[in-house]
């Protein structure tokens, strides 16, 4: 049965959740908004929709933020039944696995960042290897759909149905950004659910080649990295990824590339290697210490403007940290301790982001980086709510690691 037609049944539903729940995939709120969507039968009406193949709405476009970037980036968003239905489909497009290589990590069940830095560094004589480390400008958002639709057809034949279905939904040509319907470059449409099944699917050939030349390389969504024994072998495989990116009209984000020799650091998914040890990377350590700069800026000008008190203030800059950095009972975020404990083997860095966390709480109480911003203790600091990452890596390497809520 093919998978449009399996979206009548509610067991592939439920299945859905119970994936989501048992994984940590999703938030109290949105679990049980899921859950009564499920069990009241609201799927219903639009397994039918997709059945019958009738378009989606038109996706809404939101603009983000991007560091050090003057260029937003664009993600999509459908209507809530639309989105879910998405999801499901997502969720079963993960019995198609075996499409994939071993070098491709991202939006995979038994694969993922643990097992992309453990297979590099299991790879003889890693320390001393040349590496290039590229990133793909806007990929999902600049996807050839034509291509990859050709692309599907082959690797999925036994689904007629679901790439009908997903011929109308990449082929539209428009969406709706501040209430006007307008057209837009949508590609694969970044932050739709399916949109990671098809970005494993467009750089699939790739990712086979360079396996099955027994080339050092890695790719996690657009992040790839490629290791060589000398730099003439590393030019080569260079020039045959650059190939691959301009057969299929994506192009390559040269500012983010990154090359080393033997025994240099290396840098990958936000994780840097240097001299056996695996910490956290310097790229995610600035930018993380950016966003708590501007934090604890805009707390202060808060603090001043209402006259609020320092314990109020800063209790606003903890649960934000605590958001960012550890698991907690009301959000489903990939937060540091699940992407980075599993995997660093030194606490270097995570003292550095203590420090800088604690600076930020004192400027906060006295709004500069004199000496006099000691007098808040360290004391003072942790009761009020404040957790050190140093401790809480530590707490897990020994199986005793608690959510902080």
């Known amino acids: 049965m093919e998978i449009i037609d399996r ?17 940590g995939h999703i938030t109290r709120a949105k679990e049980k908004d899921l859950s009564d969507f499920i069990q009241s039968g609201q799927w219903k009406e639009i397994a039918k929709k997709i059945q019958n193949n009738e378009p989606f709405s038109h996706p809404k476009i939101t603009e983000l933020n991007k560091k050090h970037a003057s260029k937003k980036r664009i993600v999509f968003t459908f209507e809530r039944d639309e989105s879910y239905a998405l999801k499901l489909i997502t969720y079963m497009l993960g019995e198609y696995d075996e499409l994939f290589s ?3 990590y991202s939006f995979r069940r038994t694969f993922g960042v643990k ?6 560094l299991g790879r003889s004589g890693i320390n001393q290897m040349y590496s290039f480390k590229a990133d793909i400008s806007d990929y999902f958002n600049s996807v050839n759909y034509e291509k990859l639709l050709f692309m599907l057809k082959r690797a999925i034949k036994k689904e007629d149905k679901l790439i009908a279905f997903l011929t109308t939904l990449l082929s539209d040509p428009y969406a709706v950004r501040d209430s006007q319907l307008i057209k837009a470059k949508k590609g694969i449409m970044a932050g739709v659910p399916v949109s990671a099944f098809l970005a494993n699917v467009y750089l699939a050939e790739m990712d086979k080649y360079f396996y099955e030349t027994g080339a050092v390389y890695a790719r996690y969504s657009d992040d790839i990295i490629i290791f060589a024994k000398s730099k003439e072998e590393l030019g080569m495989l260079k ?11 994506l192009d390559l984000n040269e ?9 240099e650091p290396w840098e990958f998914l936000g994780f840097k290697y240097d001299s056996g040890d695996i910490d956290v990377g310097e790229v995610a350590i600035d930018k993380i210490k950016g966003k708590m700069k501007r934090k604890a800026r805009a707390l202060y000008r ?17 649960r934000y940290y605590n958001k960012k950095f550890f698991n907690n009972s009301i959000s489903s975020e990939i937060t540091w301790c699940r992407w980075y404990f599993p ?4 606490d270097k860095g995570l003292k550095e982001i203590d420090r800088y966390v604690q600076d930020c709480i004192r400027f906060i109480a006295a709004g500069n980086y004199s000496a006099s911003r000691f007098k808040l203790k360290y004391e003072d600091i942790r009761s009020l709510g404040y957790r050190s990452l140093v401790n809480k890596y530590y707490a897990f390497r020994q199986g005793k690691y608690e959510p902080v809520t």
């Open 7 to 23: 979206l009548s049944d509610i067991k592939e539903w439920e299945a859905l959740l119970s994936y989501k729940q048992d994984g």
């Open 239 to 249: 020039r045959k990824f650059k190939e691959f990116i301009n057969s299929l009209d």
């Open 255 to 263: 500012k983010k590339v990154v090359e080393t020799g033997p025994n």
């Open 302 to 318: 808060w603090k001043n403007k209402k006259n609020a008190d320092n314990d109020r203030a800063i209790k606003a800059f903890v």
């Open 102 to 104: 071993p070098n491709l």
């Open 115 to 120: 097992r992309a830095i453990s297979d590099i």
């Open 343 to 346: 995997v660093i083997t030194t």
